[in-house]
């Protein structure tokens, strides 16, 4: 058996290095707009925090919800993020996005100079997840609405490409 092991090893060869590579504009935005998990990190004096959000990607801006808490204080008064999304098959298969921005609450005031940003943010929202902010809503307590202006977005990708026999 250890013969044929080392035959094999012989034909094949060694595998291939990963390739790496940078992501082009519209494939950065392409993976953010198919995923809807992603991280956001931010940071209160010397203290970085990183937390998963739920999210929807359209036109150059992030857009989600949250309940009030200590991350919702901090970005209040410290509102420049990073957010990253990643799509991963493998140590040497994977795709990440990394975006830098301005996050911002969405006020609630429907009749104030951000209401049709709100109502945009609950579209979307909602198509995500219909029953957002109805009597089956399962998180009914992520009762504030954000979204992230993205002024950086950059993204890369590993691919394995192992040598095969001929």
């Known amino acids: ?3 044929a092991n080392k035959e094999q090893a012989r034909t ?19 993976l953010l707009e198919r995923n809807h998990v992603g991280r956001l ?5 010397d203290s970085v925090d990183i937390e998963p959000i739920s999210y929807v990607y359209t036109h150059g801006w992030l857009y989600g919800r949250t309940s009030h808490g200590t991350k919702l204080a901090i970005l209040t008064h410290h509102h420049w993020v990073a957010f990253e999304v990643d799509e991963v098959a ?5 795709r990440s996005v990394v975006i830098k921005g301005e996050f ?4 609630a005031d429907l009749s104030g100079p951000d209401a049709l940003a709100y109502i945009k943010a609950l579209e979307l929202l909602r198509q995500l997840a219909p029953d ?13 609405l954000f979204r992230i202006h993205i002024n950086e977005i950059s993204g890369r990708e590993a691919t394995s490409t192992p040598s095969r026999p001929v």
């Open 1 to 3: 058996m250890a013969s």
């Open 12 to 30: 094949t060869g060694p595998s291939s290095p990963p390739v790496f590579r940078q992501l082009a504009h519209h494939e950065a935005e392409a």
């Open 41 to 45: 990190a931010f940071t209160l004096h």
């Open 90 to 94: 493998g140590q040497f298969d994977w």
């Open 104 to 107: 911002e609450i969405i006020p």
């Open 132 to 144: 957002t902010w109805t009597e089956h809503d399962r998180v009914a307590f992520r009762n504030v």
